[in-house]
């Protein structure tokens, strides 16, 4: 025993060391420290049979990349509060569908387009509640699915899905390795493949081995300090997404053409998927597509694109809408060439990265807009 | 680092380890800047051998040192005759530790030529006096006469340090990190924000100020703490580099605490044999600036830095003028000297002339520079101002550091547990995430 006793008193030593950081981590999540002080960013996701990965429910933490603000994952699973299900009589529930500029981690939840927005409609005496189902990375694929299993859950009245224009307009035949994608089936029909169910790292993270460590995530900054910084393999629902986002605007060449008659097999299969719940009921949807200025040239080449969208959309959901998100904010704004990317980034980033506050108000009130609007149309 | 030290203590060689973690940890730099510094080290050694001789000889290598520095650091200033490129923001282009092994050479082979100490002829203990893996990148800048008889006497300074605490040395690197990770990496978006977008109001743009004076001093000083803390390990002692600038009365004595081994260099490498304080006033303000006006300059290719320098000059000169009265009044000195030392900071920090001049601007209630507001309103501003002054009561808590009861407490408490205890810290600080990618600020220069 006294031969050890030297490596027992380091290994105490060590061991005292870790809690002290702890520690001293958890110390800086005190307001407002936070907003400076060196502290862990919190692990939100975690994997997710439907569609791959999700946010896991009630958690709390803090986001730091781009800008630091302290999130909520309610617990069902989405970014805000917890709501009742089914919803409360004389209350208009708003799915607000998309990826991470939906899921806006970026600012705290009252800042988010999702809320103002529902302070907008109860200004306007319309007793709306709208959920967050923005989810990091999320492809038409993705986001399909979630409306397919989290959103019809959620039994909203209206579903705002905002969709980038290249998964649309390009619709190619995808990868489900990581995450849902639509792939050729067996007998060549268009499908909503799920082979990540089957990838190692999917079942390893569904797994105990993953249950034990997600639990350390939920109660060791340093275990997430760890995981961030070595952020491969086991754990690596944040990167994946974003490296797949990235790396798809980067392949996507650019295409400015949609024919509601010609549609390819993918464009139809996605259209198909948004227009109906698992148990074959229909939803009400704003199509909100993202992007689309950058894929276009001239605003009429736009609107002839919302234009068919319309008419193959409407040819399966009697309510629906579609918006050109990039000319609605255009109009929300001032001057002759409104510059969209003030609506992006953080503080010397200003112009890339997600939307700050000034585009989440911006958002707000164009989403706002486009609610009441449909509201009108489709009492 | 602990392979090399185990390395160190347990083979018969010494010297050959230091030498050749020292040459890995710079072949990490790249090729370009490998030849840049063999090439100098070649140069400076065969030199050395020379310069005793004859004046000729001291006046060419320093000639060849300052020329390399010049092409490789100041080329886009010269030619350009503009100097616009944003230290701050823009990767880091120059060889890496370039400014600081060229003036440890340079200051080596003047100290040898006036018999200030004795040629090197071991060219293994001349490159680790160069490229001591430590200090290379951003100093301290060490002199031969204190640094090259640690170097002959390794095997001794081992069993020395063996048998000596070695609490001390890893609560200095610890000291370091600290300052680094916790203070510096976090002040740096906040400083980031308010120079890349211009402040819109006086308390942001006085918020910079203040905010950017800390950050440089925690990225700076934590490094030369780390490289004290690490060298003493190896049983090296290397001086210290800084000793809380910001608690100074006089601008003179604010440059004794700070960056304390550029301006021993400069003072006997440039100043004085330039004639210091000595003859008339118009001579001796003339030395000061220029003297003050090549130290801003050594930082980097940008008018802000030559103002910085030439600014710092006046300063002190004219402190010299009017300091009896201050240092009357309590406080004052100090009161005046950390304002000056914010005010400098502004040019040093700006992206150019242009930007400081309106940052001033914006500082004293005038037009905004940007469209950066941070909001002082309610507890915000409360908080905002009761760190800040934190800040300076960090300062000041330093200060109390690095006394004899402090080291006393240190050496009693040295042991394992201790040691794992300040261990376990050093390693979760390396582990925390870099989100920013901040690289010490003293890289760039």
Known sequence: MKRFRPLLLFCTGLIVGTILMEGILRMNEVWPLWKVATVAQASFYGPDWDTGYSHRPDRDGLWLTENR?????????????DYSIPPMPGTLRVAVVGDSIVESLQVADEDTFIRKSEHLLRHDKIHAEVLNFGLSGASAAVSAARIDHAVFSASPDLIVLLLKSPELLLARVGDDSAFPAYISGSSNEIVRGTEFRQGRGFQLRSGILGSVLYWLLDHSRLANILNNRKNVGFFNEVSNPQNNEVSTAAAAPQTCAFNHKTMSPVQQAILDDLSYYPDGSQPRLILALTGLSTQCDSLTERQTIIEEVYKALSKRLPDVSVLDLDAVLSTHMAGPEPDLSVLHGFGRNLGTGHLNKRGHNLYAAVLTDAIQRFIEQHP | MATVWALWVSLPFPRLVLFCFSAIFYAF????????????????????????KSKLYLAFIILVNILVLFIFKYESFFISGV????????DIIIPLGISFYVFQMTGYQIDLAKGRCSVQRDPIRFVIFVMFFPQLIAGPIVRAQNFMPQIDNLARIRKRSLKSTMLPSLALILLGLVKKIYFADSLAPHVNDIFARGPEDAQTAILGAWLFAFQIYFDFSGYSDMAVGMARLFGIRLPMNFFQPYLSRSPREFWQRWHVTLSQWILNYLYLPLGGNKGPWARAFAVLLITMGLAGLWHGANWTFIIWGLGWGLVVFLYRQIGQYLATIPLAGWLVTFSLTLGLWVFFRSPDLHFALSYFQTMGGGAPTGDWAVSFNGWNGIFIIMGCLSLLILHFAESKLFRAPVARILARRDGLFWQGVVIALILWLVLLPDLNGNPFIYFRF
Request: hydrophobic share 55%.
């Open chain 2, 83 to 90: 100097a616009g490129y944003d230290l701050f923001t823009a």
């Open chain 2, 29 to 52: 730099a790249g090729l370009n800047d490998v030849l840049i510094v063999t090439t100098l080290l070649v140069f400076n050694f065969l030199f050395s051998f020379l310069v005793t």
């Open chain 1, 69 to 81: 603000a302290w999130r909520h994952v309610n617990k069902t699973g989405q970014l805000g509060p």
